[in-house]
Every structure is written in C-alpha cells, then in structure tokens.
C-alpha cells in the first residue's frame, strides 16, 4: 500500500541554519504531497502542498518540490528560526477518498 | 471563520466506560476524516465520513470502535469498553471534499487518556 517515509529526528539546529527534512514516498498513482506542522500540544497545521510532478509549494519561508522522479517532497528553510521548533509530517493524500497517510513525523529543535 | 471544534480537548476514563468524542467541521464542509495519534507516533488514518454516510472505514478497529456524522450536528467517535491502549490524541479533520488532494483542516484534537 501507499506509504510514507521520513527522516528520523530530532534535528537539531542553531538559529539561521539551513533546514532539510527528507520525504520519500511510496504510491501506486500520482497523489497529492503535503507538509504539516505540530505545535505542542496542538493540532496540525497545513504548511505547504504539492498536487502534482514538479510543484513547489511554499509558505513562511519553507518549500517543498514535488519529484516523482525520485518520489521525494523534502521540505527546505534557509534560515530557520526559534519559533520554527515544532514537529513536522509529511503527508500524501489517497487519490479516491483523499485520506491522508502519513510519515512517523520529525522533530525540529532550534536554539538560539 | 470558525475552525474545526472538537470536545472535549481531553477526557478521561476508567476501563470498560465509554469515550464520546465531537467533532464540528468549518463551515461549509461535508466531509470530515478521524486520526488517531499514539504517543511519539504519526497519525493513522480512522475513518471517513461524509454527511449520514461512512465512506471508508479501513482503519477503524473492527471492535467497540464505532462513528457517525449526522444530517445535523458534529460528528461523533466512540469508543465503548475503553481500554488503557485507547490512550492517545484523536484528530478530526474536515474538507470541502470537492476534488482530489483537497486540504483537510485539523481540529486542536482530543486527548484520551484511560486509566
């Protein structure tokens, strides 16, 4: 079945580093890929989507590209910041009813 | 613009009660999906339902696990007979369900915990 896989973390980061949390994916069609966020204590928040080959979302300063040629949708942020410290899944949605499966999650850690 | 409403945010219970857990989608939403998270874990997919209808049920437990979303009012999970592994943050999440890849907008979740 359709599956995600991401990096374990946690990953740990000074301010103003540069940020990449690999995402692969495994999907028998062409699914929609998304990154979510998880503040503690919280709910997931949307970060960014993809819906097909070659988008790159973005938003707050984080992208991701959609490659199906490598079946990837990495998430990327030139220079994090305290405030980015959170959880963040990876996602893809089921093309027939939408359902989201995602990865185990991966922690982000920035100190100051 | 309301978000998703689920109550209560956390919620506990003895073994064998039972677990009621609401869930209102955004306005103009009809299609509301239910994960549940164990601790340090991804969430994992419930069920999906649209309004009177299951729609996909693959991940539910094929015991005490049940779910519905009526013409009218929230959506509701319920767990009968709780044991201690039902402890864990359950999520609803809502759509506009008008396409492939539509985003589904999280509610801040409930916490289970069973002693």
């Known amino acids: 079945g359709d599956s995600v896989t991401q990096m374990e973390g946690p990953v740990t980061l000074s301010e103003e580093a540069f940020l990449t949390i690999n995402c692969t994916y495994t999907?028998?069609?062409?699914?929609?890929l998304f990154w979510y966020v998880q503040y503690p204590g919280e709910g997931l928040q949307l970060l960014l989507k993809?819906?097909?080959?070659?988008d790159k979302g973005s938003n707050k300063g984080f992208e991701a590209t959609y490659r199906k040629e490598t079946t990837s949708f990495h998430l990327e942020k030139g220079s994090v910041q305290v405030s980015d410290s959170a959880v963040y899944f990876c996602?893809?949605?089921?093309?027939?009813?939408?359902?989201?499966?995602f990865g185990t999650g991966t922690r982000l850690q920035v100190f100051p | 613009n309301a978000g998703v409403m689920q109550n209560p945010r956390h919620l506990v219970r003895r073994r064998g009660q039972e677990a009621r857990l609401r869930c209102s989608p955004m306005?103009?939403?009809?299609?509301v999906y239910w994960y549940r998270q164990l601790p340090e874990e991804g969430l994992k997919f419930m069920v999906y339902?649209?309004?009177?209808?299951?729609?996909?049920e693959s991940g539910m437990p094929k015991e005490r696990f049940s779910a519905e979303f009526p013409k009218e009012g929230p959506s509701i999970l319920r767990i009968q007979q709780v044991v201690r592994g039902d402890s864990a943050a359950y999520f609803c999440?809502?759509?506009?369900?008008?396409?492939?890849?539509?985003?589904?907008?999280f509610g801040p979740g409930t916490r289970l915990l069973v002693l």
């Open positions: 996602a893809l949605s089921d093309r027939d009813t939408d359902k989201l499966i």
């Open positions: 339902l649209q309004k009177e209808n299951i729609i996909d």
């Open positions: 999907a028998t069609g062409y699914p929609s």
């Open positions: 999440a809502s759509s506009l369900g008008q396409a492939g890849g539509e985003t589904q907008y």
């Open positions: 306005k103009g939403h009809s299609h």
């Open positions: 993809a819906t097909k080959a070659d």
